[in-house]
């Protein structure tokens, strides 16, 4: 199992309009080989903005890699530099192999 997380730094305020963005996205994970779950964690705010994790569930390392060269992905990303001025700065990725 591979679970793979992007890290969002989201200005203050803007939190429901970054919710609102994947809730309403097509995100293509269905028709994907080795996708199994999605979700959106909301984490601490302050004054200087909220953390937010997406999180996904994969068969393996290199379904999710596949998953990232796919015309899926693409189409899934293709909308992705909208709503600039919602984030403080880039996604930070990460990914998990699981060993237990």
């Keep these: 199992m591979f679970i793979a997380m992007n890290r969002f730094r989201i200005a ?5 309009d970054f919710i609102a963005i994947w809730r309403n996205r097509e995100s293509h994970l269905d028709e994907v080989p080795g996708f199994r779950e999605f979700h959106l964690l909301r984490g601490a705010g302050d004054a200087q903005g909220t953390l937010f994790a997406s999180h996904s569930v994969w068969d393996s390392r290199a379904a999710f890699e596949d998953w990232t060269r ?3 992905f693409r189409r899934a990303h293709a909308g992705a530099g ?19």
């Design 82 to 100: 909208a709503s600039r001025e919602i984030y403080l700065g880039p996604p930070q990725f990460e990914g998990f192999d699981a060993v237990l």
């Design 12 to 16: 203050p305020g803007r939190e429901e």
């Design 70 to 72: 796919s015309e899926a």
